[in-house]
Structure formats: structure tokens, C-alpha cells
């Protein structure tokens, strides 16, 4: 990979990572409960399906959700390369290209989704 | 007085004779407060003239008798004999750097990569005398105060699987000084080093495993300086992107 790109994925690795570091489990929590449809009890009404989607509805909400998913997938697909490379395996060029690009595709796929609702 | 009994299994590797390295194994008895350099000291003097080692000051300063002690890289001078006490220890070479002769190793590839992240004060211009010394407050100085500590045993290289990996890959030692002066408010050498700093092989090949920092005998902490140093080449990056870094 050319220099210019390593900066630039590992700008994307470090921001990615320190944001699933931080909300990437709630996020999941809140998923799963509105992914329930009605929340189970305890859980009070706000967590619903209809209010989480209402949520993203805003663009504020848009945009914290897309950076999130977006940075979380170049982290993984960066964290994937440089571990791959540790345990041996002789094909960066490769792994850079299939990794980042499912990482491209899914940042295409939740601006696309997002905007949809 | 002998109060530990060491068997030492010394990598032996004279270029001239032998095909390979191997091991000979030594019986010491040391005294209770030796280091294993004194062991290893002791065979030198007492049992055998012809064993090659680097040391010089006995007082993890020198950087000198960094070297494989049951399998961790270590300044020999800091380790006791106590922690081997009534057992077998491999004293090999530094790992990860070709052999000289027995545990000297060749230490030309560092040399080379200290010098390419100019390891020195960098002015644009230089004041003249007369203007006085260049002032620098504590606070200051606490920010790299630390990484002035290395004294280049290059235990942290061999400790580096990275470093193992790609030898191209200009190591922790040579990074933290890089930041070292990157850091140092009386330098101007940040856009200098950032050429070397920015290629593939300099901060980029750490994969952050700590183990340098783990090894290092004087906490200096190449880890943190690393992972600083890529949060600043990361930073000059943008800024040069958009025609903004620093000259």
C-alpha cells in the first residue's frame, strides 16, 4: 500500500476503535431490546422499536449512528489486516483490498439505509 | 561463600570455525548477590578467556550487556542470579539481530535507522549565542523527559515481533527518540522526520503489542511514544494534505 494510504486507514483504525471502545456495547443493547419489537419487562417504552427508529429519523442521530457503524467496520477491517500480517500471512495487498473494501461497502450500505428512514 | 549454584548454557558462535551456533554449558557458583554479568564475568576470567560479550558500566547505564536470559531480552547487569538460583539458564544474543561472535551481536541496522530519524535538535535557524539559551519550562521538559532515558540496549528490538516480522521496520528505540525531539519544544525537525516517520516501514509496522515496553529495562515506554508518534504523523498527514503542515 502506498504511504499516503497508512495515515489515512490508521487515522480511520484509531477513531473506529476508540468509539466502539466507548459505545459500541450500548449501541448493541439498544439494538437487541428494540430489535424485541415491544421491550420485555422492565425495560421501559422508550426503548422500543418506533422510538429507536424515530431516533435515527433526526439527522443528528443519522450521523452519530453512521459514524459509529461506518468507523467501527474500517477498525475491524484494519485491526484484521495488521493481525493477519502478525500471524503470518504473506498477502497484505490482498487482505488491505478485501477488508477495506467490505469496510467501503458497509459505509455505503448505512449512508444508504440511514437515509432511508 | 558460594550460595548459588548456576548452570549456564552460553550460545557459542565463533565465524572463523564454527558452521553454527551451539551451546556450552558452565557450572558457577555464584555469590549470593551477583548479577548473572558477574556469572558470566566469572567465566570470562575463571573458566574461559575466549567467550565474546559486551558490557562496560555493572549499572544498567551503558546499554551494553543486553542479551537473551531464559529466552527474555535484558541488561545481564540487572538481573541477580537469586531469580536462576539451582537452575539451567540459556544466556543466548539479543534476538532478532545477526551474531558477531557469541552474544555480540551486529548492531549496524539500528545504527542506520537512529541516524535516519535524526536523533538531535533541529532549528530552522539557529540564534546566535549572544541571543542566550533556548529556555524550556518544566512542564515542558516533563513531556519528553522520559523518552531521553534509552540508553540503546535494544532489548525492546528484540522483544518486537514486528521488528521480527519486517526487519525494515525502524523499531522502537529509534521511534521514541524520533519523538523524543519531535517533542522537545526547542525543536524544529517534525516535518524533516516526518519523511522517514511517515514511510511504510516507519511508525506504521507497529501493531502496538507493548512488548517493547514490557522489555525495556529503563521504562522508558517506546509503546506510548509510538503510539503518540503515529497520532502526530497521522495529524502532519492531513495537514499536508490540505496544504497546512508544518515546514
Known sequence: ?117 | MSAVQLELEILRYDPEKDQEPHFQTYQVACQEEWMVLDAINHVKDEVDTTLSYRWSCHMAVCGSCGMMIDGQPKLACKVSVKDYANKKVRIEPLANFPIERDLVVVQDDFMEKLKRVKPYIIRKEEQPIEAGEYKQSPAELKKFKQFTLCINCLCCYAACPEYALTPEFMGPAALALAHRYNTDSRDQGLAERHKELSKPEGVWDCSFTDTCSIACPKHVDPASALQQLKIATTVQWYKELIGMGDK
Open chain 1, 1 to 117: 500500500m502506498a504511504k499516503v494510504n497508512k495515515a489515512l486507514f490508521w487515522s480511520l483504525f484509531a477513531a473506529g476503535g476508540t468509539l466502539t471502545a466507548f459505545v459500541f456495547p450500548v449501541l448493541a443493547l439498544i439494538t437487541l431490546i428494540a430489535a424485541h419489537g415491544s421491550p420485555p419487562d422492565g425495560i421501559p417504552e422508550i426503548m422500543k422499536f418506533e422510538q429507536m427508529q424515530g431516533l435515527l429519523a433526526n439527522w443528528f442521530g443519522k450521523l452519530a449512528a453512521f459514524g459509529t457503524v461506518s468507523l467501527a467496520l474500517w477498525h475491524a477491517a484494519h485491526r484484521l489486516r495488521v493481525g493477519l500480517h502478525g500471524l503470518g500471512l504473506r498477502a497484505d495487498g490482498l487482505v488491505a483490498v478485501v477488508g477495506y473494501g467490505i469496510a467501503l461497502v458497509g459505509t455505503i450500505l448505512a449512508a444508504y439505509w440511514l437515509v432511508q428512514i
